[in-house]
């Protein structure tokens, strides 16, 4: 098993950018896929980004593609999330997840989940 704890939201302004961390407790960390989700009160929980066990191969949702980057380090445990140019519609809480499915981009295709860090743009 694997627990994610996420950090790294804020309060930043529009065309900012913030680095969402997330550290997950376990020693299998590198045989999950992990993935980014984000979730507004209007809205269900959205597909973010996610990453292979290895790095190998990552995934975006096109509304973040070219913003966003998605990275992970085994030895630390840590994936990372790099948002750059952020949006107010990029403001949601954002959570992390673990998961061996291939359905990679779903929120069903993970086990494991954070609490949330919450991120807020200004306009």
């Known amino acids: 098993q694997v627990q994610p704890v996420e950090s790294g939201g804020g309060l930043v302004q529009t065309g900012g950018s913030l680095r969402l961390s997330c550290a997950a407790s376990g020693r299998t960390f590198s045989t999950y896929n992990m993935g980014w989700f984000r979730q507004t009160p209007e809205k269900e929980r959205e597909f973010v980004a996610a990453?292979?066990?290895?790095?190998?191969?990552?995934y975006y949702a096109d509304s973040v593609k070219g913003r966003f980057t998605i990275s992970r380090d085994n030895a630390k445990n840590t994936v990372l999330l790099q948002m750059n140019d952020l949006k107010p519609e990029d403001a949601a809480v954002y959570y992390c997840a673990a998961g061996t499915s291939f359905r990679r981009t779903t929120p069903g295709g993970y086990n494991y989940w954070g609490q949330g860090t919450q991120v807020a743009v200004s306009s």
């Open positions: 990453i292979t066990t290895h790095g190998l191969t990552t």
